[in-house]
């Protein structure tokens, strides 16, 4: 008799007879291992990563075997498989003359894809979901078939499924055609699947999109049916929960409630304006930022908006980035280009004059607005937009000022994160593929020091980072850092990128201390990337109730009536007296509507004041979280505030 040997994850070898299952072997170790048993990892000896298959597939060599369950994330991607499969088995039941396109696991969840004349409906997906949890608790097997191409094309021709023929067409290679049958459906598919439908409860059908077949246009446009889906039910609740939570602190419906920027129409898509409260914000930030690019030792520049077409030509813009760049403008014959990035402005006043290596390290700042070209269907709010002001550097070094001037970056990037409240982070760095030099500008020896030199300032900064190979932009190896926001989705913010391009398109030297020409090392660097996209990111992350020093009221006194109104207004003239953003609700409202709607504003501080206060000299705090604080001395409310605001106290 034929025997195998199967080497499980603790090093245990089990001889079984060949074309035992894997749920077999997973029974003969305990029935609960077999029973959570959702797909097999099986290895053959020296060959990698090994491949996922059904629990009940034949083992017909030596192997080493892994039995998946809801603990491995692998076994996730094959279970919203199996549910893509279920919802087609449930569609095809309830709409017999649909045609089936593909239908694979995405995050969070999976799609299927479907012909049909006639839109899915709210009321569709109600009822396909109620057929899905029917089928579900059946308890209906996922079967593997295999069936010769020839009959398999047969098959789908009988059915009416050209998707499907196209796809056997294409794909099928091998004499014997997989497929996969749950009950009465059936489907051209590689596997793997689970073993039943029964596992696949915690679902939601959450929309439908038009797609392309093939994703082509000019393609028959089919419905995608979107789905949700995670093995408990607790999951799927504090996804949809954290959904939730995301429309709740969507920027473009808090920027229209607290009046802070709009998009209009007429000027055109992706194009912002700031409205008082969000431009009072922006102020705050980029005086913030201004003065520690000079407390750090940058020097400020402008440069124009509109230059010289044949600039980008010398930068190679117009090659490598044209579909980004808006269409030139003609002036006296000559075409110029709306800028859509800083740098050869930077470099112009770098070349305005013969630098030394006394002179270096050069670091040019600029708050530069840029314009790209964006398709309209990809703008989206302050995030995806068509005009932007980068927080933009250039820095200018010679090879020995690389690690100081990188750390010096990154110990701007954590200073803009702990002033505006972020505390956690993921850095990459992203390098060359130092197996095809010939894919890059520059000299390798180049390459490989600016590498090691991010690497090696990342590890004595003992910052933790990813190292993606092959990953760098074609001009250089960078760093970039993203942040992770009050409801833990991460955001590409700052970016530090070394440039051995530009440099050498633009000539750049220096003289250095051998009296020899030289050419310096470029970077680029960005920490909020955009300023539009940052408030984006800052709207969302503290939903809209910005800490004090960023409120764009901070403190709203209330009088409980007319009577205190000398008292309120004297209130109201002490705090802007000490540098605070106050608004006097004098409206002949009640209180409770006055409290309800600075709340609404997200106002952080509510001064109630009455005949009691006015007499005491004091005035009821009321913080928009925290509730009531009761009444304080005017003076230290004032006291307290400032210090708060000063500070830059997140809270
Ligand atoms: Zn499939
Ligand atoms: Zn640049």
Redesign the pocket.
């Known amino acids: 008799m034929d025997q195998i040997h199967v080497t499980l994850p603790d090093g245990s070898v089990k001889d079984v007879p060949k074309g035992t299952t894997p749920v077999e072997i997973a029974k003969s170790i305990s029935p609960r291992l077999a029973d959570a048993a959702l797909v097999a990892r099986v290895t053959v000896p020296n060959d990698g990563q090994g491949e996922l298959i059904d629990v009940r597939r034949p083992l017909d060599r030596d192997v080493k075997l892994q039995i998946l369950t809801d603990r491995d994330p692998d076994a996730l991607y094959v279970f919203r498989?199996s549910a893509?499969?279920l919802l087609a088995a449930a569609v095809m039941e309830l709409y017999p003359n649909v045609k089936l396109g593909i239908?694979?696991p995405v995050d969070n969840g999976f799609f299927y894809e479907f012909l049909r004349e006639e839109p899915f409906t709210t009321a569709d997906l109600e009822k396909i979901e109620k057929k899905m949890h029917e089928l579900a608790a059946q308890d209906i097997p996922n079967e593997r078939k295999l069936m010769p191409k020839p009959e398999a094309l047969e098959l789908y021709k009988r059915t009416n499924q050209t998707f499907k023929c196209e796809l056997v067409d294409e794909k099928a290679v091998e004499p014997m055609v997989s497929f996969?049958t749950t009950g009465k459906f059936i489907?051209?598919?590689?596997?793997p699947?689970i073993p039943s439908t029964k596992r696949i409860q915690a679902f939601k059908l959450m929309s439908v999109a038009g797609a392309y077949w093939k994703g082509q246009e000019g393609n028959p446009q089919l419905q995608r049916i979107y789905a949700a889906a995670f093995f408990s039910q607790k999951e799927l609740d504090e996804y949809l929960h954290r959904l939730e939570e995301a429309k709740r602190r969507d920027h473009r419906k808090l920027g229209q409630e607290l009046d802070l920027f709009s998009i209009e129409e007429e000027a055109g898509p992706g194009l912002i304006f700031w409205h008082p409260k969000g431009g009072l914000i922006r102020n705050l930030i980029e005086t913030w930022l201004k003065d520690e690019l000079l407390k750090r030792g940058y020097d400020l520049v402008y440069t124009p908006h509109i230059m010289r077409l044949d600039l980008w030509k010398t930068s190679g813009h117009t090659g490598y980035y044209k579909d980004s760049m808006f269409g030139p403008v003609e002036v006296e014959k000559a075409d110029y280009q709306l800028k859509p990035m800083n740098c050869p402005g930077h470099i112009l006043i770098y070349k305005s004059r013969l630098r030394s290596y006394r002179d270096l390290p050069v670091r040019f700042g600029e708050l530069g607005t840029v314009y790209r070209y964006e398709r309209s269907g990809v703008l989206h709010g302050l995030l995806r937009v068509r005009g932007f002001t980068q927080d933009d550097a250039h820095i200018f070094c010679t090879p020995s000022q690389i690690e100081s001037e990188v750390e010096a970056c990154m110990d701007f990037a954590f200073a803009v994160m702990k002033t505006f409240g972020f505390d956690k982070f993921e850095v990459e760095l992203s390098d060359w593929d130092p197996a095809h030099p010939e894919n890059y500008p520059g000299k390798p020896e180049d390459w490989q020091h600016a590498s090691d030199s991010l690497a090696s300032t990342l590890a004595r900064m003992n910052i933790p980072y990813k190292r993606i190979a092959g990953e760098g932009a074609f001009y250089g190896p960078k760093i970039d850092v993203k942040l992770i926001d009050a409801i833990g989705r991460p955001w590409q913010l700052t970016t530090v990128q070394f440039d051995f391009n530009l440099p050498a398109r633009f000539s750049l030297e220096y003289v250095g201390e051998d009296g020899a020409r030289h050419q310096p090392l470029m970077v680029h660097r960005a920490l909020l990337g955009s300023v539009e996209r940052f408030f984006g990111i800052l709207i969302e992350h503290y939903a809209g109730a910005f800490p004090l020093w960023l409120a764009p009221v901070q403190v709203q006194v209330c009088p409980v009536s007319e009577k205190v109104a000398d008292y309120a207004k004297h209130i109201a003239e002490t705090l802007k007296n000490h540098h605070l953003r106050v608004h006097l609700d004098d409206r002949n409202e009640k209180l409770p509507a006055k409290i309800r709607d600075a709340q609404l504003q997200k106002i952080p501080y509510m001064l109630v004041v009455g005949p009691k206060e006015a007499e005491a000299g004091t005035a009821s705090v009321r913080h928009r979280s925290k509730g009531d604080l009761g009444p304080k001395p005017l003076a230290e409310v004032v006291a307290a505030l400032q210090e708060e605001s000063q500070s830059r106290t997140i809270s």
């Open positions: 498989h893509a499969h239908g694979p996969y489907d051209f598919c590689r596997g699947h």
